[in-house]
């Protein structure tokens, strides 16, 4: 199983990107997806999550109301738009696999190689 998260780069503050988080010979539409970032001498931490139907999003506190979590199971991706990007968003940013959403990243099995975000002017 592999995942591919892609739309990371060197964005200004207060810039957009919009990540990408697909899979080849996999259906991301059995599962949940979550994405995590972690940046340099810190711990991955949970960002956001869909459930497989879409009819559940989950935010962390630090990124609700800037990025939004969405699907297209017909593509097989996962998005993840972020807006208003801050100098603290930096990280790699991951997207896993789990049968429901969760905040720890020991309860999502299959993960993509990430895709770094940098925010700085």
């Known amino acids: 199983v592999q995942l591919q998260a892609s739309g990371g780069g060197l964005v200004q503050p207060g810039g957009s990107l919009r990540l990408s988080c697909s899979a080849s010979e996999f259906t991301l539409g059995y599962y949940a997806i979550g994405w995590f970032r972690q940046a340099p001498g810190k711990e991955r931490e949970g960002v956001s999550c869909i459930s497989s139907s879409a009819d559940s999003t989950y935010y962390a506190d630090s990124v609700k109301g800037r990025f939004t979590i969405s699907r297209d199971n017909a593509k097989n991706t996962v998005y993840l738009q972020i807006n208003g990007l801050k100098s603290e968003d930096t990280a790699v940013y991951y997207c896993?696999?789990?049968?429901?959403?969760?905040?720890?990243?020991?309860?999502?099995?299959?993960w993509g190689q990430g895709t770094q975000v940098t925010v700085s002017s």
């Open positions: 896993a696999t789990a049968s429901k959403c969760g905040t720890y990243y020991y309860e999502y099995d299959y």
